[in-house]
């Protein structure tokens, strides 16, 4: 087959989809002596890196305290944990306070409870869900009569 030519796709073949970037810019909002980094979407592999950028770019203005808004996370692995204790200990090494603040979704709770982070990040703990579960409630239990001697 001679260069160029495009090569017939053989039947019952699925090309793999292309995958699109996600959409993960962080905003940085500088007030003062105060910055805020809110933070949406996935943080994992792919969004480290634009975390770790806005961190320094935020941190270049020498605030007084980095605050990290993580209610709009809707998942973490170990990569995000990582990018955020990252960001806790250039936070210390600028001379500036971290604050980590939340709610945080219930899986991103849950990732930082089992992994012990959520103390190391000064997040608070999350109330329990009350998004509509419902509650195994146990009915008293009656006595039941024994059989007479």
Same mark, same amino acid.
């Given at each position: 087959?001679? $260069?160029?030519? /495009? ?8 090309? #793999?989809? &292309?995958? +699109?970037? @996600? ?13 805020? $980094?809110?933070? /949406? ?8 890196? #634009?975390? &770790?950028? +806005?961190? @320094? ?93």
């Amino acid at each position: 087959m001679p $260069l160029g030519a /495009a090569r017939p796709q053989r039947p019952g073949m699925i090309p #793999a989809p &292309r995958r +699109a970037p @996600r959409p993960h810019t962080p905003t940085v909002v500088l007030a003062g002596r105060y910055g805020l $980094l809110r933070l /949406a979407g996935e943080l994992d592999l792919e969004t480290g890196s #634009a975390i &770790r950028d +806005a961190v @320094r770019r935020c941190l270049d203005n020498r605030p007084a305290l980095l605050r990290i808004d993580i209610s709009g996370v809707s998942f973490c692995d170990c990569s995000g944990i990582a990018a955020l204790l990252w960001a806790k200990a250039e936070a210390g090494r600028a001379g500036t306070g971290f604050h980590l603040s939340g709610p945080a979704q219930p899986v991103v709770a849950r990732v930082m409870d089992a992994t012990g982070t959520a103390a190391d990040l000064g997040l608070l703990p999350q109330p329990p869900e009350q998004s509509g579960a419902r509650r195994k409630i146990h009915a008293p239990q009656t006595p039941t009569p024994s059989a007479g001697p």
